[in-house]
């Protein structure tokens, strides 16, 4: 079937093949993906920059695009790339960014809009009009653009380098998040990365009503840009009932596993195969209170948690993510689990 031909004559689909090829054709990478990876680092390279945190402003000044700041957000955007007097200006909403670079959010907006700077280089100008052209085309770019930042800020080699001299771990993940200056959300879209045809799952005691139970459920998932984005994915709140070790829920005790962990991910009909490696995570702030149960919607349970890293069986790579990190604390209390 035809799609239907949008205002500027292309359809989602020719407008997404169109930028694919000019970049494929531009860095001789494999797919777009791996292209705006290839042009954001060699931008980097280019300023000089070998180790986290990386700046953005050399980047910006490199491909000579001047920024300013505007009171108003522009078409409802923290940031915008203009096309000015036939060159590049990025504009950034005061509403939103009151002070310059103080933020991490400054910092991933600010890289989304550089990669922009890429695609246009790259594409042409023309790459304006295409992902305008369909909302699937639009989403396309802005997907793109999201992982260009993500390149950025924390290049995979470098995360790599920097997770192989600590141990997977709560606080190292933390401290990886000062490292680069990066968001917790944005290092773990990164480390995603590293964990092929998975991800990382955020499991938390807590309940959501007071009609639940309150056990371990799935808090956050992270996939964004690993190959386990399009797979059946955990949502929030579903319990253990959904990954299992062999006929048993996960749960506190597993943490005493010293190697990757075969679990079973299901949900509906579907069941994933995965191994993992898992930490405990206590939670930090956004305790329970009474406003905060009514605002969200659920009644928070304790601070006990599990982060799951998780690839395809075989794929998950042990020197950076093995050796599970136990406390004595729920190694204590695993003697008294029956699960
Ligand atoms: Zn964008």
Request: proline fraction near 4%; aromatic fraction near 8%; glycine fraction near 8%.
């Given at each position: 079937?035809?799609?239907p031909?949008?205002?500027?004559?292309?359809?989602?689909g020719?407008?997404?093949?169109?930028?694919?090829?000019a970049?494929?054709?531009?860095s001789?990478g494999?797919d777009?993906?791996s292209?705006?990876?290839?042009?954001?680092?060699?931008a980097l390279?280019e300023t000089?920059?070998?180790?986290p945190?990386?700046?953005i402003?050399p980047?910006?000044?490199?491909?000579?695009?001047d920024?300013?700041?505007e009171?108003?957000?522009r078409g409802?955007?923290?940031?915008a790339?203009v096309?000015?007097?036939?060159?590049?200006?990025?504009?950034?909403?005061?509403?939103?960014f009151?002070?310059?670079?103080?933020s991490?959010?400054w910092?991933?907006?600010v890289a989304?809009?550089?990669?922009?700077?890429?695609l246009?280089?790259?594409?042409?100008a023309?790459?304006?009009d295409l992902a305008n052209s369909s909302k699937?085309a639009?989403?396309?770019?802005?997907?793109?653009c999201?992982y260009?930042a993500s390149?950025?800020?924390?290049p995979?080699a470098n995360?790599?380098?920097?997770?192989?001299?600590?141990?997977?771990?709560?606080?190292?993940i933390?401290?990886l998040a000062?490292?680069f200056d990066?968001s917790?959300t944005?290092l773990?879209?990164?480390?995603?990365?590293?964990l092929?045809q998975?991800?990382l799952l955020?499991?938390?005691?807590?309940?959501?009503?007071?009609?639940?139970s309150?056990e371990?459920?799935v808090w956050?998932?992270?996939?964004r840009?690993?190959s386990g984005l399009?797979e059946p994915?955990?949502?929030k709140?579903?319990?253990?009932?959904?990954i299992r070790?062999g006929?048993?829920?996960?749960g506190?005790?597993?943490l005493?596993?010293?190697?990757g962990l075969p679990?079973?991910v299901?949900?509906?009909?579907?069941?994933r195969q995965?191994e993992a490696a898992?930490?405990d995570?206590?939670s930090?702030?956004?305790?329970?209170?009474?406003?905060n149960?009514?605002?969200l919607?659920?009644?928070?349970g304790g601070?006990?948690?599990?982060?799951?890293?998780?690839?395809?069986?075989?794929?998950l790579?042990?020197e950076l993510?093995g050796?599970?990190?136990c406390?004595?604390?729920f190694l204590?209390?695993?003697?008294?689990q029956?699960i």
């Amino acid at each position: 079937m035809r799609l239907p031909e949008t205002h500027s004559g292309v359809t989602p689909g020719d407008a997404i093949q169109v930028i694919n090829d000019a970049l494929v054709r531009k860095s001789g990478g494999a797919d777009a993906k791996s292209s705006i990876r290839r042009l954001c680092h060699a931008a980097l390279k280019e300023t000089g920059q070998r180790k986290p945190p990386f700046k953005i402003s050399p980047l910006l000044r490199l491909a000579g695009v001047d920024w300013s700041y505007e009171d108003r957000r522009r078409g409802n955007k923290d940031a915008a790339i203009v096309l000015s007097d036939g060159g590049l200006r990025l504009a950034i909403s005061t509403d939103s960014f009151p002070r310059e670079g103080v933020s991490r959010r400054w910092r991933f907006t600010v890289a989304h809009e550089f990669a922009h700077v890429v695609l246009i280089r790259a594409v042409g100008a023309r790459v304006v009009d295409l992902a305008n052209s369909s909302k699937k085309a639009y989403q396309y770019v802005e997907r793109l653009c999201d992982y260009g930042a993500s390149q950025i800020l924390v290049p995979r080699a470098n995360l790599r380098k920097a997770l192989r001299e600590r141990n997977f771990s709560q606080k190292s993940i933390l401290d990886l998040a000062d490292l680069f200056d990066v968001s917790f959300t944005a290092l773990m879209w990164g480390l995603a990365d590293l964990l092929p045809q998975g991800g990382l799952l955020l499991l938390r005691e807590y309940r959501r009503s007071a009609q639940e139970s309150r056990e371990l459920r799935v808090w956050s998932s992270y996939t964004r840009y690993s190959s386990g984005l399009e797979e059946p994915w955990l949502p929030k709140g579903c319990t253990m009932k959904h990954i299992r070790v062999g006929e048993r829920p996960l749960g506190f005790s597993h943490l005493e596993v010293r190697d990757g962990l075969p679990i079973k991910v299901v949900l509906g009909k579907r069941a994933r195969q995965l191994e993992a490696a898992m930490v405990d995570w206590k939670s930090r702030g956004r305790t329970a209170s009474f406003l905060n149960e009514r605002r969200l919607g659920y009644i928070q349970g304790g601070e006990d948690g599990l982060l799951l890293a998780c690839a395809a069986p075989g794929k998950l790579d042990l020197e950076l993510f093995g050796g599970n990190q136990c406390n004595s604390t729920f190694l204590e209390r695993c003697k008294d689990q029956t699960i």
